[in-house]
C-alpha cells in the first residue's frame, strides 16, 4: 500500500507536469482574477471553551480571504442551542469584529460566568453567524461557528472529519486524506474513549475502525493511548503481498504516547503495526497526524 501510494504520488506529479508543460506552450494571455474580499471563521467551524476559573476568555476567530486596503467590519449574531442567556452565562465585549486595513485575522472576546459551570455539570452551545450587514460577505461554506462551553470538556466536540491527516510510517509520509471520529464514549471525568475510522487511508478495501483512549487528567499533559487490537486488515497493505492474507494488529509503541487537544481540534496517534499471531511487530512509530 505504501508503494501504491508513492506510485500514485509520482503519476499524479508526472501528469501534473505534462499539464503545466502544455499549459505554458499556449499562446493566449491569461488574465488575473482577484478575488472578493470574503468573511469567515478562519475555516473552522467549532471551538471548545473551558471554564475553569472565574477570568477565563475565550477568543473567536475571524478571517478573511485578501487583505483589503480598508478595515473591514464583520457583524455577528449569537444564539443557544442550549438555553445559555447573556449576561447570565456569558458576557460578550462585542458583536462586531474590526480587521484593520492590511491585516487579515481578528478575534471577538467572550467570557462565560464561573458561577453556572463551577459544578462542572452545565454544557452550553452558542452559535456564532456572520451576518449580512457586515462591509464584506461571509463565504458560504464558513459563515457559523459553534462554541461549546462547560466547566469540563466537551468531548463531543471531536466528533466529524479530519480532513488533513497525514501520516508517517518509517521513512514513507503520506497524506493529505481524510479521518473520522465516529464516535465518543466517555469513560471518567478525565478520559474518553473515541473510534477512528479510515487510518491508512487504504482504497479500496478501508482498515476497519481503530478504538483510542484519550485522557486530560493531567492538565499540561493530553495523551492518547491505545490497547492491542486485531482484526484490522490484511497485512499486505503495508508489509507487500508476501503476507497478503494475513491479519494486521495494533497496539501502543513503546515509550510513546500520541497526543491531542480540543481546541483547535487535533490529534496526533502513534501505533505499532504488527501481524496477527506471529509475534512480528514493525520497529519504527506509525504517526497519524488528524486535523481538521
Not at 508513492?6 to 499562446?27: D, E, P
Not at 485578501?66 to 462585542?94: F, L, P, Q, R
Not at 462565560?112 to 456564532?128: C, I
Amino acid at each position: 500500500m505504501v508503494m501504491k501510494k508513492i506510485m500514485q504520488t509520482v503519476r499524479v506529479g508526472f501528469m501534473l507536469l505534462i499539464a503545466v508543460s502544455m499549459f505554458a506552450s499556449c499562446k493566449k494571455k491569461s488574465v488575473l482574477v482577484i478575488p472578493p474580499v470574503e468573511a469567515h471563521f478562519t475555516f473552522k467551524e467549532r471551538g471548545a471553551y473551558l471554564v475553569t476559573e472565574p477570568d477565563t476568555k475565550f477568543l473567536v476567530p475571524f478571517g478573511i480571504t485578501t487583505v483589503a486596503k480598508e478595515d473591514v467590519t464583520i457583524n455577528v449574531s449569537v444564539t443557544s442551542t442550549t438555553g445559555a442567556v447573556e449576561g447570565t452565562h456569558y458576557t460578550i465585549a462585542s458583536k462586531s469584529v474590526t480587521i484593520p486595513a492590511g491585516k487579515a485575522v481578528g478575534f471577538l472576546e467572550i467570557k462565560a460566568l464561573f458561577p453556572p459551570y463551577e459544578s462542572r455539570e452545565r454544557k452550553d452551545e452558542l452559535v456564532f453567524k456572520i451576518e449580512s450587514s457586515s462591509s464584506v460577505n461571509a463565504i458560504s461554506t464558513n459563515n457559523q461557528y459553534l462554541l461549546s462551553i462547560s466547566g469540563d470538556y466537551d468531548v463531543e466536540t471531536l466528533l466529524g472529519d479530519y480532513n488533513k491527516t497525514n501520516e508517517v510510517l518509517g521513512s514513507n509520509a503520506y497524506g493529505p486524506y481524510k479521518t473520522k471520529i465516529s464516535s465518543v464514549k466517555r469513560l471518567t471525568a478525565t478520559t474518553a474513549e473515541i473510534v477512528v475510522e479510515n487510518i491508512f487511508d487504504n482504497v479500496p478495501t478501508p482498515w476497519k475502525p481503530i478504538i483510542f483512549k484519550l485522557d486530560w487528567s493531567d492538565p499540561s499533559d493530553f495523551i492518547v493511548t491505545l490497547n492491542q487490537q486485531s482484526g484490522i486488515g490484511d497485512a499486505s497493505s503495508f508489509l507487500g503481498p508476501t503476507y497478503a492474507g494475513q491479519d494486521i494488529s495494533v497496539r501502543a509503541f513503546s515509550g510513546q504516547n500520541g497526543t491531542f487537544s480540543f481546541n483547535p481540534n487535533k490529534l496526533v496517534l502513534v501505533i505499532q503495526l504488527g501481524v496477527t499471531g506471529t509475534g512480528a511487530w514493525v520497529t519504527v512509530p506509525y504517526t497519524v497526524t488528524m486535523e481538521r
